[in-house]
């Protein structure tokens, strides 16, 4: 109760102003405050919130102010003010309640902020005489993704889409089994109106001493229905990735016994019929009252995150058999562990893909020379057998789970090469995603992460380019490309794979060179009958150590260039730049 809030009291007395408490009343949101005054002007009476990490405030934008308020007598008003970091007014509003009495009501007002404010606050002033309750106080810029109410911050959203993502994972990877079992994740509380959303404990929130992060909490305001809304806003697939009835393995390693795991089950299935079912079905009719009936054709779901051993195996079984009975065409995507190897990788990839299961998550966070040297890690792979999701990725500067990671382009360099093992194996590989997505610059726990943000500003990083190169050059089919009749896995420090793209009827071609010198090749186009004289040309490439940063936010950014072609032969001189990834998009005619 009040976390990020202070009480300004200046004439009021203890007590005129409590928290209260609903009891049974309304458990998924116990909480609302009763204010008590008489005669108070501005200054006796009041509430400031902190935001998160101060609130990031910007000139002449609207902003939108509204509150679950209950008159229980007299007239209270709320006088609002945003301040800057050194206290001053920089927008205000004042708001008179007009509500029936004893009745739960929203009221609102909006106001625009007069300067441009990075660590804000917003204060909250109780004038007047009476008594009222107040719920759920909010307070929104207009300029979220697409300027919905309560909507997601638009510069971020705006960074993934414009990576044109095949899919989001969502909501994420640990936070999926909780500390506990009682802090999972559960997508049925996350849907309704924002009031009717259970707060709960963000399982990082207690993860890391070194990183403290004791106001770290879930209100749900992005929920279930807002993630699959924003992946079909960015032309995504949605995968929801669902608790299988153990809590996370490196905290308390709780299971739900076997006979107790029907509840679950039911959760996966009912998640189905919330994504797909129409309008008559119970889950659907949800769905459909939160203002969207037509489905959202759900087609992927993960069943457990990073879970291991044989007590995740027999509860897959059971969710794989009741899944697939009702819902065959569902493609389920299962964890291979913490690990790319060792023990419990090995028993976890025998074990499904006995199961024939038919995605498989691996996971990897390692030093680059780890990426560079498993760029051939799916070429041995088989093609008949279960497919792979590389669900999380990401190259450590220093080591996993360290403050000294960093985001600079030798992990990139070697993301990139290892992303050319994962497009020339798209037989086997069909789903790749770096992890963690977001992060924020005053609040972040784990690092490297592809996005990050302060309360103003957002960058992508080295690594964010890296993805988006490849994202917006998959192609449709993959070519072959050979150096000596081999695959080029680190020949010369080279490393690359092509692709067909049948939309614009160019060949793309991949190529990181990993070395200090320059390597130059002549590029044969086999069965190319005629190509544009001009080729398009990304590159990327800096000093090993350099990243991005919010001063510097392209510092290491894709630049195009021209690329000579011989027509008449069908060959293209390239020479890769030292420490490079380019990208080249060839005409065919």
């Avoid at 879930?218 to 229905?225: E, H, M, N, R, S």
């Avoid at 190897?341 to 074990?351: Q, T």
């Avoid at 360099?413 to 050319?420: G, I, N, P, V, W």
């Avoid at 150096?483 to 049948?502: E, H, I, M």
Wanted: with cysteine; charged share 25%; hydrophobic share 40%.
């Amino acid at each position: 109760p009040l976390m990020g809030w202070k009480v300004e009291r200046k004439k009021a007395q203890e007590g005129d102003l409590l928290v209260q408490n609903r009891q049974g009343n309304n458990l998924s949101n116990p909480h609302y405050i009763s204010i008590n005054i008489t005669n108070a002007s501005k200054g006796d009476l009041g509430l400031t919130n902190e935001g998160f990490k101060g609130m990031g405030i910007k000139k002449d934008l609207r902003y939108d102010f509204s509150v679950l308020c209950r008159k229980r007598s007299g007239n209270v008003s709320l006088r609002l003010e945003l301040l800057n970091a050194q206290n001053e007014i920089i927008g205000s509003a004042t708001l008179s309640p007009n509500a029936p009495a004893d009745e739960w009501t929203k009221q609102g007002v909006s106001f625009n902020a007069t300067a441009t404010e990075a660590e804000g606050k917003f204060r909250l002033w109780f004038e007047g005489t009476g008594q009222l309750d107040l719920d759920i106080i909010s307070l929104f810029p207009e300029d979220t993704w697409k300027k919905r109410p309560g909507g997601m911050r638009a510069d971020m959203v705006q960074l993934l889409a414009d990576m044109k993502p095949g899919f989001v994972r969502f909501p994420g990877g640990c936070i999926v089994e909780g500390f506990d079992l009682n802090n999972r994740y559960q997508w049925k509380k996350t849907l309704g109106p924002i009031e009717e959303r259970q707060l709960i404990m963000n399982r990082w929130n207690v993860e890391f001493a070194h990183r403290p992060a004791p106001d770290y909490f879930q209100t749900f305001g992005l929920g279930f229905f807002e993630y699959f809304q924003l992946c079909e806003d960015i032309g995504a697939e949605p995968l929801p990735i669902l608790n299988c009835g153990m809590a996370c393995q490196f905290n308390t390693a709780e299971v739900v016994p076997l006979e107790q795991l029907s509840p679950y089950i039911q959760d996966a299935l009912d998640l189905i019929e919330f994504a797909n079912g129409d309008a008559s079905t119970t889950w659907g009719k949800v769905r459909a009252n939160m203002g969207h009936p037509a489905p959202f054709n759900l087609k992927l779901m993960g069943v457990g995150n990073e879970n291991w051993g044989p007590q995740y195996i027999e509860r897959l079984k059971l969710f794989t058999q009741a899944i697939k009975a009702k819902y065959p065409r569902i493609k389920l995507v299962n964890s291979s562990g913490t690990d790319p190897n060792g023990d419990r990788f090995d028993y976890l990839n025998a074990e499904l893909r006995a199961m024939k299961a038919d995605i498989i998550d691996e996971h990897y966070y390692r030093k680059p020379e780890w990426f560079l040297e498993n760029a051939a890690r799916y070429d041995s792979y088989d093609r008949n057998g279960s497919k792979v999701f590389a669900g999380e990725y990401a190259a450590q500067s220093d080591r996993t789970v360290s403050v000294d990671n960093r985001n600079n382009w030798k992990c990139a360099l070697s993301e990139a090469a290892f992303m050319t093992g994962l497009e020339r194996n798209a037989a086997v590989v069909h789903m790749a995603s770096y992890a963690p997505l977001f992060a924020h610059a005053d609040a972040w726990q784990w690092t490297p992460d592809l996005i990050w943000v302060d309360n103003l500003r957002s960058y992508g990083t080295p690594n964010y380019y890296v993805q988006k190169l490849f994202s917006l050059n998959k192609g449709t089919q993959v070519l072959t490309m050979l150096q000596n009749g081999k695959a080029l896995v680190g020949q010369d420090s080279l490393y690359a794979s092509a692709a067909f793209d049948k939309a614009t009827n160019e060949v793309i071609l991949k190529v990181v060179n990993a070395s200090a010198a320059p390597q130059a090749r002549e590029i044969q186009l086999d069965g190319a009958k005629k190509v544009e004289a001009k080729a398009k040309l990304f590159l990327l490439q800096s000093d090993l150590k350099a990243m991005n940063s919010f001063e510097e936010a392209t510092n290491i950014a894709p630049v195009e260039q021209a690329l000579d072609v011989n027509t008449k032969a069908q060959k293209l001189n390239l020479t890769v730049a030292p420490y490079s990834f380019v990208v080249v998009r060839v005409k065919l005619l």
